[in-house]
T-cell receptor, first 113, second 115 residues
Framework: EAGVAQSPRYKIIEKRQSVAFWCNPI?????LYWYQQILGQGPKLLIQ????????DSQLPKDRFSAERLKGVDSTLKIQPAKLEDSAVYLC???????????FGPGTRLTVT | AQTVTQSQPEMSVQEAETVTLSCTYD???????LFWYKQPPSRQMILVIR??????QNATENRFSVNFQKAAKSFSLKISDSQLGDAAMYFC????????????FGQGTRLTINP
């Protein structure tokens, strides 16, 4: 079974530029999560999707961050414009309905200069 | 709001020895789930062990076991016979029984294994 796929693995941009991350969850997993992990901290949930609907985006900075999940499968997370404090690893995770374990992807390391 | 605290930023242990990582949490719920995740340098979070709060028996997975003290809101991880491959960041996480089911993570403990 293929795991959660994310791309790119690394991205370096200048502040005020825009960037997008892509996530492909495990096949059949209806729930998808995006987490932000700042260096030295634990991951923090940004947004949760159930199929293609948003369940929780209470900690998503909506003035600059946006996310969508097309057809309830792949998801993209966008930052526009980026700030220095957005430098972090962005983790995508997915979960099968009725099961509490979340499966994580390898993450995208974003550096904003 | 639920919070998770890991008070040990770094720990080290000799290979083949036993080490215990600490975690405390705060919640008003009576039924919830607790997890330990391992994050190696590859960054991929890997589930190590889980505990359901309604279960009194401590969870065990091979060399990994937990000491779950519900009244004290404590959830420590014991790694026996430490191996070089155990070196990683370890995160304690909490999940509420209902609602959005997000994971709330602690700050992490970096574990070093000395050969």
């Amino acid at each position: 079974e293929a795991g959660v796929a994310q791309s790119p693995r690394y991205k370096i941009i200048e502040k005020r530029q825009s960037v997008a991350f892509w996530c492909n969850p495990i096949s059949g997993h209806a729930t998808l999560y995006w987490y932000q992990q700042i260096l030295g901290q634990g991951p923090k949930l940004l947004i949760q999707f159930q199929n293609n609907g948003v369940v929780d985006d209470s900690q998503l900075p909506k003035d600059r961050f946006s996310a969508e999940r097309l057809k309830g499968v792949d998801s993209t997370l966008k930052i526009q414009p980026a700030k220095l404090e957005d430098s972090a690893v962005y983790l995508c995770a997915s979960r099968l309905a009725g099961v509490y374990e979340q499966y994580f992807g390898p993450g995208t390391r974003l550096t904003v200069t | 709001a639920q919070t998770v605290t890991q008070s040990q930023p770094e720990m080290s242990v000799q290979e083949a020895e036993t080490v215990t990582l600490s975690c405390t949490y705060d919640t008003s719920e009576s039924d919830y789930y607790l997890f330990w995740y391992k994050q190696p340098p590859s960054r991929q979070m890997i589930l190590v062990i889980r505990q359901e709060a309604y279960k009194q028996q401590n969870a065990t997975e091979n060399r990994f076991s937990v000491n779950f003290q519900k009244a004290a809101k404590s959830f420590s991880l014991k790694i026996s016979d430490s191996q070089l491959g155990d070196a990683a960041m370890y995160f304690c996480a909490y999940k509420a029984p209902r609602g959005a089911q997000k994971l709330v993570f602690g700050q992490g403990t970096r574990l070093t294994i000395n050969p």
